[in-house]
């Protein structure tokens, strides 16, 4: 469901969907690597707000890659799957 992953700068990126979900009550997973820093995180980003950690929109999905110095990171490989409802 998603048509391309936009990369939006280092540890950023942006899966717009090829068909919208039905609303913003969806969930995600995401698993970085392979990283030097086991402390890798994927974390919800709005592109809007550079500092949220919690806003979905329906027709896209932002993320961050951050290391354990909470700084954004780019790692090898990331993958992403969403569960919800398409409109």
Request: aromatic residues 10%; charged residues 20%.
């Amino acid at each position: 469901n998603m048509s391309s992953a936009i990369d939006n700068g280092t540890g950023r990126f942006r899966f717009p969907f090829t068909n919208n979900m039905a609303n913003a009550n969806y969930v995600h997973v995401g698993n970085p690597g392979p990283a030097t820093d086991l402390y890798t995180q994927v974390a919800l980003r709005d592109d809007y707000q550079q500092n949220s950690l919690d806003s979905r929109i329906t027709s896209s999905f932002a993320i961050r890659i951050r290391n354990n110095s909470n700084a954004d990171d780019d790692v090898e490989d990331v993958g992403v799957g969403f569960l919800g409802d398409l409109a």
